[in-house]
């Protein structure tokens, strides 16, 4: 994938018995001809085994919404990258704000779980973003920057093909409430400063950085024509085939435009 080529990743949380991810897979399929996307799905734990099997030699990599940082142990309801590699896995995503918010993940486990996907080589969407209060109060950019110093603290070879952030405001996560693109722009560029000075000049602008944020194929446009976004990261237009494929459809415009 070159470095102008989007991701487009889809997050369908806690949707789709196996059943209903097989539909899926069938209707979405024919939006994948002339792709130049990289597309990961990250589906829920039970239905990886078929969508794995139903999107071998398309361009869709399936994802897992979470891990835990140990290979076992009496961790009761977790599971690890030795078992979801096991089914073909090797893109994660990470502290997803409902990971932090729900089920009280702090940057602290979130860096454990970036340190073990790096050991293993894998794939992993870093997901950062303020909350409504903390952009009222002024303290969006500082809050996210804050999360991405402790998301990637210690790690010291930054590969950014393996490593992606997702900036994802809190408050428009699942509220209908698209940011503003110039803002989400603006916030990108400030992760790849903070990313430039802590590990190495040029390092920030190799990122591939995401938005994510009640993004659907009408308003997608206008975020991946910014400089500095790479693709998005989509919850509920996701579930949707034809949703999902529209923007990929998009995506795909924006790129072949690009040749003309
Ligand atoms: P949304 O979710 O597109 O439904 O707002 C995005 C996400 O949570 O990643």
């Not at 071998?56 to 590699?85: P, R, Y």
């Not at 409504?132 to 093909?161: D, F, M, P, Y």
């Not at 405001?169 to 990313?195: D, F, K, L, S």
Request: negative net charge; charged residues 25%; aromatic residues 8%.
């Amino acid at each position: 994938m070159d470095q102008r080529d989007f991701v487009i990743a889809g997050n369908w949380k806690m949707h789709k018995t196996v059943e209903e991810s097989k539909v899926f897979m069938h209707d979405f399929k024919p939006y994948l001809k002339n792709n130049r996307c990289k597309i990961i799905l990250f589906v829920p734990y039970t239905n990886i085994e078929s969508c794995v099997k139903l999107s071998a030699k398309t361009d869709i990599c399936v994802g897992a919404q979470n891990f835990h940082w140990e290979d076992s142990g009496a961790f009761t309801g977790e599971i690890s990258i030795k078992m979801l590699s096991g089914l073909g896995v090797k893109n994660y995503l990470v502290g997803h704000s409902e990971r932090r918010r729900c089920f009280g993940e702090t940057d602290d486990v979130i860096n454990r779980k970036i340190k073990k996907a790096v050991s293993e080589d894998v794939s992993i969407v870093l997901c950062v973003g303020e909350t409504h209060q903390q952009r009222e109060s002024g303290a969006a950019i500082e809050s996210v920057i804050s999360q991405v110093k402790e998301g990637l603290s210690g790690i010291n070879n930054i590969n950014t093909s393996k490593i992606y952030i997702a900036y994802e405001p809190v408050w428009a996560i699942g509220t209908g409430r698209v940011a503003n693109p110039q803002e989400v722009n603006q916030m990108c560029g400030c992760i790849r400063t903070c990313i430039s000075d802590g590990w190495g000049a040029g390092t920030g602008e190799k990122f591939k950085i995401l938005y994510g944020g009640s993004v659907d194929r009408k308003t997608c446009r206008e975020f991946l024509l910014m400089s500095d976004i790479n693709g998005v990261l989509v919850g509920g237009a996701s579930l949707d085939p034809d949703e999902f494929g529209g923007i990929i459809g998009v995506a795909n415009d924006i790129l072949n435009e690009g040749n003309d």
